[in-house]
């Protein structure tokens, strides 16, 4: 069975700061994985995902996230941390299947701190 | 992108009433929707499966007699929380995959509706 872990419920950055939010999976072949967010009553936005094209994918607000094999890893992180940033955020992996489930981490709160 | 919207945002309801939520795709049709709880501060966990035209499946813990889905049509899935009670209370969130069954496709969700019983 598929899961997800994130380390780390919450994490606090500087305005400007790197931003590093972890996410490892668990799969018996590689996933497709995805980063999405997710700001206070409001539905779920996709930041990007990995479908085993390139290993570093680039997506939206300047984010970026690296799929590691060997380390079942798909981390995400940007640059500079932004005030709107602050948001909760979820890593989440599907079979590749056609329409496998969904299987969200347990999700990351993330602050930022001008 | 795909745009799936959820109606209605929020309703409050009293113990032991039924509410009804619908989901709709936009702007494609999707036979495939899904459904999910989350509860504050929370991730979202998987409901059920909603499936056009068919019975929806309902994930191990899931009351299906409970939570009625109704898939109707390509463009229209229908949650309703019967004889609802306060620990019902959540955030219920709405996903569409648009594309064919053989090829990958993106789920897209909708914005979600907030239920609080009374």
């Known amino acids: 069975a598929q899961s997800v872990t994130q380390l780390g419920s919450h994490v606090s950055v500087s305005e400007g700061a790197l931003v590093l939010l972890r996410c490892n999976y668990s799969s018996s072949v590689p996933p497709y994985l995805f980063w999405y967010v997710q700001y206070p009553n409001q539905g779920l936005q996709l930041l990007l995902k990995y479908t085993s094209a390139a290993t570093l994918v680039k997506g939206i607000n300047g984010f970026e996230a690296e799929f590691k094999k060997s380390e079942t890893s798909f981390h995400l992180t940007k640059p500079s941390a932004h005030m709107s940033d602050a948001a909760e955020y979820f890593c989440a992996v599907r079979g590749k299947t056609s329409y496998d489930k969904v299987i969200f981490g347990p999700g990351t709160s993330l602050s930022v701190i001008p | 992108g795909a745009v799936v919207s959820q109606h209605p945002s929020w309703v409050i309801c009293k113990s032991g009433t039924s509410v009804k939520i619908e989901c709709r795709s936009l702007?494609?049709?999707?036979?495939?929707m899904f459904w999910y709880r989350q509860f504050p501060k929370q991730s979202l966990m998987l409901m059920a499966t909603?499936?056009?035209?068919?019975?929806?499946?309902?994930e191990q813990g899931v009351e299906k007699d409970k939570f009625l889905i109704n898939h109707a049509s390509l463009t229209l899935s229908t949650l309703t929380v019967t004889s609802a009670h306060p620990e019902d209370s959540s955030f219920y969130i709405c996903s569409a995959y648009r594309g064919e069954r053989t090829s990958y496709n993106e789920q897209f969700f909708g914005p979600g509706t907030r239920l609080t019983v009374l």
């Open positions: 909603s499936n056009e035209g068919s019975k929806a499946t309902y």
């Open positions: 702007d494609f049709q999707a036979t495939t």
